[in-house]
């Protein structure tokens, strides 16, 4: 990576570090937080690889124990726990969001459509991973599992993914201009 690639990873790491703290905890074992959107947002804008690499750094900033987590939580027993698969699904979103941004562009800004097929798949592979760790962590059934941490999220998700949409058009110019 060269000076300006190193940048661009470490200032949208660092958004998605002091987005991710701010949760509001449900009376399940998943809270909710806005790791997912700064997440979304660094596929979307740097794309599949550097956005991958901003996802894993904050879990590795996480598990070295900065309070990076929900909550303002830290540590390698906050990312081997209940909620590990949902942390570790955010290398997957990132990096599918980028994967998407990147190939379909209108303008030479990822188009709305790009966006939100991304972001959904992305969505659904973190739901995935954090599904079912959770169901091996707990030994929960699937039912009770989606009641417990899928369900509850997907309103918030949606108000997430359109937040990016709206967000991106508007950061990209700047970020492509002066990052990229």
């Not at 987005?19 to 909710?32: C, N």
Request: charged share 10%.
């Amino acid at each position: 990576m060269n000076t300006r690639k190193l940048t661009e990873t470490a200032l949208l790491t660092a958004v998605i570090a002091v987005l991710a703290p701010l949760s509001i905890p449900l009376a399940g074992q998943v809270p909710i937080s806005l790791a997912t959107f700064a997440v979304m947002l660094a596929g979307e804008l740097l794309g599949a690889k550097q956005g991958g690499f901003c996802a894993a750094l904050y879990l590795l900033l996480g598990a070295i124990g900065v309070p990076v987590f929900a909550g303002y939580t830290g540590g390698a027993a906050i990312l081997f726990g209940v909620t590990g698969g949902f942390l570790f699904g955010y290398i997957p979103l990132a990096i599918i969001c980028g994967l998407f941004a990147e190939r379909m562009k209108k303008d030479g800004i990822p188009s709305l459509k790009g966006m939100l097929i991304g972001m959904v798949l992305g969505t659904v592979m973190l739901y995935a991973l954090g599904l079912v760790w959770f169901m091996i962590f707990t030994k929960m059934g699937i039912g009770a599992s989606l009641a417990a941490c899928v369900l509850p999220f997907l309103p918030g998700d949606a108000l997430k993914i359109a937040a990016v949409c709206l967000l991106v058009p508007r950061l990209y110019p700047f970020v492509s201009k002066n990052l990229h």
